[in-house]
Nanobody, 139 residues
């Protein structure tokens, strides 16, 4: 059973930094993709950054490129999201997620992952979710 537990959210002023952590279990597929998503009130959930837990290759949404860094520590089964130069528009609930393993109905939520198997920008379905951690950035 895949379990994801996020931590590290909080309230900061614009320009500040936060580091989110996602401790996962039951998911040991090194060629699969994990990622961070966020959802602000009244808005759709959007992908922020993705990473292959084996290779460490990364992909970022344009809105966070240059400010956020996704990384992983395989010894700790943890994925991180370092967020710098935070803006009020980064305020949202942040969710950790893992790629669909194909054992159930295909999920609706997808996100681009780094190049894989000759595909430069694979769009991958994500099926497993944590409970979320709130990030609030004040101006």
């Amino acid at each position: 059973q895949v379990q994801l537990v996020e931590s590290g959210g909080g309230s900061v002023q614009a320009g500040g930094s936060l580091r989110l952590s996602c401790a996962y279990s039951g998911y040991t597929y090194s060629s699969n993709c994990m990622g961070w998503f966020r959802q602000a009130p009244g808005k759709e959930r959007e992908g922020v950054a993705t990473i292959y837990i084996g290779s460490g290759s990364t992909y970022y949404a344009d809105s966070v490129k240059g400010r956020f860094t996704i990384s992983r520590d395989n010894a700790k089964n943890t994925v991180y999201l370092q967020m710098n130069s935070l803006k009020p528009e980064d305020t949202a609930m942040y969710y950790c997620s893992a790629e669909w393993l194909g054992r159930t109905k295909a999920p609706a939520t997808t996100m681009t992952c780094p190049p894989r198997g000759g595909v430069p920008s694979p769009v991958v379905p994500f099926a497993y979710w944590g409970q979320g951690t709130q990030v609030t950035v004040s101006s």
